[in-house]
């Protein structure tokens, strides 16, 4: 019994919370925004620039590394 009710509230929250008609419009005005000015957007997501950057050092040593390996 207090295992169903307590069930039946996680899904009532789950519902609450998570649902697709509360987030649907704001989901959508929200892409629309960052898809007219992708510039701006990605210049403000310092977070995304790091990870770029990063994938590209380790791609450059990797090739660097690559290289002097087959020197060998």
Do not use: C, P
Request: net charge positive; no cysteine.
């Amino acid at each position: 019994m207090v295992w169903t009710a307590a069930q039946e509230q996680g899904f009532a929250l789950l519902q609450q919370q998570f649902s697709a008609a509360l987030h649907t419009d704001r989901f959508w005005s929200r892409w629309d925004l960052v898809r007219t000015q992708l510039q701006q957007h990605r210049e403000a997501n310092v977070v995304g620039q790091l990870l770029n950057h990063h994938t590209l050092q380790s791609t450059r040593y990797l090739s660097k590394w690559i290289s002097e390996k087959n020197k060998t």
